[in-house]
């Protein structure tokens, strides 16, 4: 029924140097001409919930503050999910493209998490002027920039 | 080297009826609590571009009108990429939560395209409140509100 091939285009590497995203070097090629743009989308592979169990979960209980008791998976951005793709727009500070390293600001992942794909962040596909949220979350940030001064801590119920 | 195993989670309802993104009966009780959210981003598979020969694709010459004469599949959102992995961000109209149908304005997915993932747009990973692109593309929508109405026709070297 499903038979979908994936590849590892590349692997997020985060550490005290900073934020990165390493191409695998055959696809160094694919980088070219993304001059311009000041921020990607980054999809990457949840590999710490990539297991029957996690993938098997269709329902939380309240995972931020104020939320409803219980939330279906696809109305939250948990990695525990049936198909654990992440999806980041990330910023980016720099590009070497001879060894295939964008340097970006950050990423909520792991140093050798495996990336599945790029693209540019395109306005008019990617920015949404006006979203509607819930009553619950109506007090987070806006937009991305407003995000990192942000207290999480405070809305997340771990 | 690679062992990602992707799951269907629903289909895309493309006609004259409107669009749709309809679950697998497995899958509905994950859409619980969406309610408030005005946009979802869709995870898809670019079905029609998965084959050998376009998945090894990873440079294609001047896409969109003034653009670099050669660019990388990765400063593109060409559907001929390494993993054909489209992202959608789409504004909900109804959502029918006993058949898991989710009624939407519009999508660039054909009917029977296969689902594999929603999430709901958070504006505070999702909004960027002012993305960076490149001088070719400058005058593109700002935002996906203003995107329907654009002539983009006049912009692709289809």
Redesign the interface.
């Known amino acids: 029924?499903?038979n979908?091939?994936?590849?590892?285009?590349g692997t997020v590497r985060n550490d005290s140097t900073g934020a990165f995203i390493e191409l695998e070097p055959e696809?160094i090629?694919?980088?070219?001409?993304?001059?311009?743009?000041?921020?990607?989308?980054v999809?990457w592979?949840f590999s710490g919930c990539?297991n029957v169990q996690m993938?098997s979960v269709?329902?939380t209980q309240q995972p931020y503050k104020g939320?409803?008791e219980?939330?279906?998976?696809?109305?939250?951005?948990s990695p525990m999910?049936?198909?654990p793709?992440a999806?980041?727009?990330v910023e980016i500070i720099q590009i070497d493209y001879e060894r295939g390293i964008i340097q970006i600001t950050f990423i909520d992942a792991m140093d050798g998490t495996p990336v599945?794909?790029?693209?540019?962040?395109?306005?008019?596909?990617?920015?949404?002027?006006?979203?509607?949220?819930?009553?619950?979350?109506s007090q987070?940030?806006?937009?991305?920039?407003?995000?990192g001064d942000?207290d999480w801590e405070a809305v997340f119920n771990f």
């Open positions: 029924m499903n979908y091939q994936l590849k590892t285009i696809y090629p694919a980088l070219q001409a993304l001059e311009g743009f000041s921020h990607i989308n999809l592979w990539d993938r269709l329902e939320a409803p219980k939330m279906g998976i696809f109305a939250t951005r999910r049936p198909n793709i999806l980041t727009a599945l794909d790029i693209k540019p962040y395109t306005p008019s596909l990617d920015r949404v002027e006006t979203p509607g949220v819930p009553e619950w979350c987070w940030p806006k937009c991305t920039e407003d995000s942000f």
